[in-house]
């Protein structure tokens, strides 16, 4: 079970937009609608922002957005705010109760 | 407000066992999935295995899959991970996390525990 492959590093200036892709298989990003994403800030545990590909719990800036298109997922953070810079992994489902994280992208805000 | 609290830092030897714990508060169901995630000094998170809190079910990646032991005890609400002859390659940051209610995303997570196996 390989990890998802994200790209090591993103950034953009403040008030600008960043988005970050996450692909993977048919056994696990294409086959489920369970892709979620984590910030994790550092010396800090991640913290989940969006689920089920699109959808943000309670508590997180409608400025946190994520898609999917088949095999690959994507995470957009617009309108990037200082408190954004962060490392931002996903996740998915990849059936039998066994999930895959990504390789994580370090998003800098210039 | 559900919170996961993880047992402190722990410094072992090489070929030495340990437990560590994660215990889980302000749930009111019985039934629910804690699952655990390893992260290496400045690595990425690593999915290991999860566990039902309610029948201690248990899935383990096929990455650790005879490496760890996934337990749990329902009456005190609390997951262990466990390894019986720590390596130096486990020294690492270990989180519990708690599966979301309907949603296959972890949404609680603990503060983490840190694992340091040095001679």
């Known amino acids: 079970q390989s990890a998802l492959t994200q790209p090591p590093s993103a950034s953009g200036s403040p008030g600008q937009s960043v988005t970050i892709s996450c692909t993977g298989t048919?056994?696990?990003?294409?086959?489920?609608?369970?892709v979620s994403w984590y910030q994790q800030h550092p010396g800090k545990a991640p913290k989940l922002m969006i689920y089920?590909?699109?959808k943000r719990p309670s508590g997180v800036p409608d400025r946190f957005s994520g898609s999917k298109s088949g095999n690959t997922a994507s995470l957009t953070v617009s309108g990037l705010q200082a408190e954004d810079e962060a490392d931002y992994y996903c996740?998915?489902?990849?059936?039998?109760?066994?999930?895959?994280f990504g390789t994580g992208t370090k998003v800098t805000v210039l | 407000e559900v919170q996961l609290v993880q047992s402190g830092t722990e410094v072992k030897k090489p070929g030495e066992s340990l437990k560590i714990s994660c215990k889980s508060s302000?749930?009111?169901?019985?039934?629910?999935?804690i699952g655990w995630v390893r992260q290496k000094p400045g690595k990425g998170l690593e999915y290991m295995g999860i566990?039902?809190?309610?029948?201690?079910?248990?899935t383990y990646s096929p990455s650790f899959q005879g490496q760890v032991t996934i337990s749990a005890d329902k009456s005190i609400t609390t997951a262990y991970l466990q390894w019986s002859s720590l390596k130096a390659s486990d020294t690492a940051m270990y989180y519990c996390?708690?599966?979301?209610?309907?949603?296959?995303?972890?949404?609680?997570w603990g503060q983490g525990t840190t694992v340091i196996v040095s001679s």
């Open positions: 996390a708690k599966l979301g209610d309907n949603s296959e995303a972890f949404a609680i």
């Open positions: 302000g749930y009111s169901f019985t039934s629910y999935w």
């Open positions: 566990i039902s809190l309610g029948d201690s079910d248990t």
């Open positions: 048919s056994s696990d990003v294409g086959g489920y609608k369970y």
């Open positions: 089920e590909v699109s």
């Open positions: 996740n998915s489902y990849a059936g039998s109760n066994n999930f895959v």
